[in-house]
């Protein structure tokens, strides 16, 4: 069971921003940026680009409202998308609401 799996679970815990029944968004508990957002498929897959063609849109579509969401409550110019995958081996979205881009180096 990936880290990940365990904050869907409940049992590491997690500052949780949004869910459905088949996403997961949290704070990340080492923000890039201020409001850092991670979303996370419930199933268990290594590789973004292993999920299929729909479970792939549907998570861009999960992630849309909170992008509009986080681009109001941080006020910033943009929320960048960023797909990393070094550390957990559970697909995830990076949500970096970001001004300019030396905000940090990602
Ligand atoms: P990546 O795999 O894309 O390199 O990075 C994984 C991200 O997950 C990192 O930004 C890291 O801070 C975050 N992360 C790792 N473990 C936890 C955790 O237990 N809780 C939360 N909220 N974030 C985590």
């Known amino acids: 069971m990936t880290i990940f799996s365990k904050i869907i679970s409940g049992e590491i815990p ?7 029944d088949k996403f997961f968004a949290f704070l990340d508990i080492n923000p890039l940026v201020e409001g ?3 979303v996370i498929p419930k199933t268990e897959v290594d590789k973004l680009y292993d999920l299929d063609d729909t479970y792939l849109s549907e998570m861009l579509v999960f992630a849309k409202p909170l992008c509009h969401a ?3 409550a941080m006020n910033c110019v943009r929320v960048g998308l960023s797909v990393i995958g070094l550390e957990v081996p559970h697909a995830h979205l990076h ?3 970001i001004n300019e881009m030396d905000d940090t180096n990602f």
Do not use: D, Q, T
């Open 14 to 20: 997690s500052y949780k921003i949004l869910e459905n």
């Open 70 to 72: 986080l681009e109001s």
């Open 95 to 97: 949500l970096l609401p």
């Open 36 to 38: 850092h957002v991670l």
